[in-house]
C-alpha cells in the first residue's frame, strides 16, 4: 500500500496570506489528523477528521481549520498567517479499529 | 492532565554502543504508546507499538520497549547502534477516551551516533 502522501512538500507565503495544505491517506483509512512540529512548542496536536466530520481538535486559533472529503483526503487551512505558523505540518492517517496513525513526510511552510 | 516526558534532550553513543532512550507519561489508564523516530527533514516513522499483553514489545530496526506500569516508563532500548540510527526519536501515549485517535508526543531525543 501507499504511505501517506503530503503535498506540497514545501511551501513559502507572507505575512497575512492564507494557505491550503493536502493529505491523502492511506488507502481503506478514514481517519486523518494533523499535527504541527515547531522547535520551540515540539509536535502539537492540530485536529482529527474522521468520515468527513471534524471528532476532536487541539488548542489552536480558529485561523487553523480542516476538512475531510467523502474520499478521506483532508486539507487543512491557515488564514492570515503569522510568523509563528512556520513550522512543519504533519499529517497521519489511521483505521477507525486501529489507534496507530501513520505519517506522511510532512509539508514545511515558511512564513516571511 | 496526560503528557510525556523526555529527559534526554540530546544522547551521544558510540557506534556498536547500546542504547537506552527514556519515556515517562502521565495518564488515567492504560495507555497506548509509541515510539517513532524522525530523520532530518521527514516524516515520523512507527518504530513499536505497546497497546496491551506482553510488556517487552519487539520493534522494527532492532530497537525494542518495555511497559513498566509502576514506573509510568516505556523506554527504548537498542543492543548495538549503527550510525544509520541518528536520528530523533519521540515517544508518544495516545488515542483518549471515545478512540479519538489524538497523540501526545513527548519533547524527542536526538541521537548522535559517532563512529
Aim: aromatic share 14%; with cysteine.
Amino acid at each position: 500500500k501507499a504511505g501517506v502522501t503530503q503535498t506540497p512538500r514545501y511551501l513559502i507565503k507572507t505575512r497575512g496570506q492564507q494557505v491550503t495544505l493536502s493529505c491523502s491517506p492511506i488507502s481503506g483509512h478514514r481517519s486523518v489528523s494533523w499535527y504541527q512540529q515547531t522547535p520551540g512548542q515540539g509536535l502539537q496536536f492540530l485536529f482529527e477528521y474522521f468520515s468527513e466530520t471534524q471528532r476532536n481538535k487541539g488548542n489552536f486559533p480558529g485561523r487553523f481549520s480542516g476538512r475531510q472529503f467523502s474520499n478521506s483526503r483532508s486539507e487543512m487551512n491557515v488564514s492570515t498567517l503569522e510568523l509563528g505558523d512556520s513550522a512543519l505540518y504533519l499529517c497521519a492517517s489511521s483505521n477507525r479499529g486501529e489507534e496507530t496513525q501513520y505519517f506522511g513526510p510532512g509539508t514545511r511552510l515558511l512564513v516571511l | 492532565a496526560q503528557s510525556v516526558t523526555q529527559p534526554d534532550i540530546h544522547i551521544t553513543v558510540s557506534e556498536g554502543a547500546s542504547l537506552e532512550l527514556r519515556c515517562n507519561y502521565s495518564y488515567g489508564a492504560t495507555p497506548y504508546l509509541f515510539w517513532y523516530v524522525q530523520s532530518p527533514g521527514q516524516g515520523l516513522q512507527l518504530l513499536l507499538k505497546y497497546f496491551s499483553g506482553d510488556t517487552l514489545v519487539q520493534g522494527i530496526k532492532g530497537f525494542e520497549a518495555e511497559f513498566k506500569r509502576s514506573q509510568s516508563s516505556f523506554n527504548l532500548r537498542k543492543p548495538s547502534v549503527h550510525w544509520s540510527d541518528a536520528a530523533e526519536y519521540f515517544c508518544a501515549v495516545g488515542p483518549f477516551s471515545g478512540g479519538y485517535n489524538k497523540l501526545i508526543f513527548g519533547a524527542g531525543t536526538r541521537l548522535a551516533v559517532h563512529p
